[in-house]
């Protein structure tokens, strides 16, 4: 099958992770007999410096033409004044609004090679193998009233949580599909303590979980579910999350694995039922890290494996997708490390010879 995706590199160590996860797809490509028809397009401050804006809208209008996008990363300390007219995370916004990304998926492996690798305990940390589902659209990013202002007392500032019902229920229905899929256990996360907002969402998880009857259904405060975390990483299989609480929690769990370098993401405008295909975007979350961009020692491995979420979400290319984190455990396994996971004793490797150690074992 011939398939379009559309590549944004973006900012910092964008294009050089990304250049390797479109080696591994070309790879997979050819052994597999798909053809993937490849157009390159600018975001974030490298747009900005080329056109004036973060994101033209012609390259918008194309990306939404593809299949799916392979992002990057944008931003940094060039790009960082507060009072510019236009931002490199612009870009990133209008990609979600127009695409309609509402989910974003980040699954947190702690792979047995790298177990010793965290700074958590190796006994807390066999066997985690979490999927975190955090919206993307809503809640406190962008509600509305927003902004500050000067009053007889003193600046005054307000930030506006909003939900809606519909907005609730697509994603705790990738949350339960998720858990369908996995090993049917999901922990939404609320503070239904505290705010309407959280009850709301509780009550339409609760009515969900009738519609779900495979799936064990388990509320959770977001201050317990930070604590457990890293208590008691192995009790999550699926975790659910607003906007503001799924940023955080995500976040949080990268601590696990060792390294934001070995974890992808998935961002979605559709659920992901069984065999079904959906527009999405994905990446890896360590974003744009200005400080080694250039220097050819960025760890590509969480760009190739979303890569493999692109193949199985996307393309309806499962078992492919299978096939490169296969690679990337096997790699791992052998020993060699990209220097955030290396010790003293480990000769680390660039970008480019971690990538062509994914390819060997790929072939």
Not at 117 to 142: C, F, N
Request: aromatic share 4%; with cysteine; charged share 25%.
């Amino acid at each position: 099958m011939d398939f379009k995706i559309a590549v944004m590199p973006g900012d910092g160590i964008g294009p050089e992770v990304v250049a390797q996860g479109v080696a591994v797809l070309q790879a997979v490509g050819k052994a597999s007999g798909h053809a993937f028809e490849l157009s390159y397009h600018d975001v974030g401050g490298i747009s900005i410096d080329r056109h004036g804006t973060a994101l033209r809208d012609e390259d918008l209008d194309a990306v939404a033409e593809a299949d799916a996008i392979l992002f990057g990363s944008v931003g940094g300390p060039k790009w960082d004044d507060p009072t510019a007219p236009t931002r490199p995370e612009d870009g990133l916004l209008a990609l979600r609004k127009r695409l309609g990304l509402f989910a974003n998926l980040r699954p947190v492996k702690v792979f047995p090679a790298l177990v010793d690798a965290s700074v958590l305990k190796p006994s807390v940390l066999h066997g985690v193998d979490v999927l975190v589902v955090r919206e993307l659209t809503g809640g406190i990013y962008y509600g509305r009233p927003r902004g500050r202002k000067q009053t007889k007392r003193g600046w005054s500032a307000v930030d506006t949580m909003r939900y809606s019902e519909a907005e609730i229920r697509r994603v705790l229905q990738v949350g339960f599909e998720s858990a369908r899929e996995r090993r049917k256990h999901l922990c939404s996360v609320d503070k239904a303590n505290v705010l309407e907002t959280s009850r709301l969402w509780r009550r339409i998880a609760t009515e969900m979980a009738e519609e779900y009857p495979d799936v064990t259904l388990e509320h959770m405060l977001v201050d317990t579910c930070a604590m457990q975390l890293v208590q008691r990483p192995t009790r999550f299989d699926v975790i659910v999350a607003e906007n503001t609480f799924g940023d955080i929690l995500t976040d949080e769990a990268a601590v696990l694995s060792a390294s934001m370098g070995l974890l992808p993401s998935a961002s979605l405008a559709g659920v992901p039922v069984a065999g079904a295909t959906t527009m999405g975007m994905y990446e890896p979350i360590h974003g744009s890290a200005p400080d080694i961009a250039g220097k050819g020692i960025a760890n590509p491995i969480a760009t190739v494996l979303s890569v493999a979420l692109m193949l199985r979400y996307s393309l309806g290319l499962s078992e492919e997708g299978a096939m490169i984190e296969a690679a990337v455990e096997t790699v791992l396994q052998e020993g060699h490390r990209t220097p955030d996971l290396a010790t003293e004793n480990d000769t680390a490797l660039g970008t480019e010879d971690m990538g062509a150690r994914i390819l060997d074992a790929l072939s």
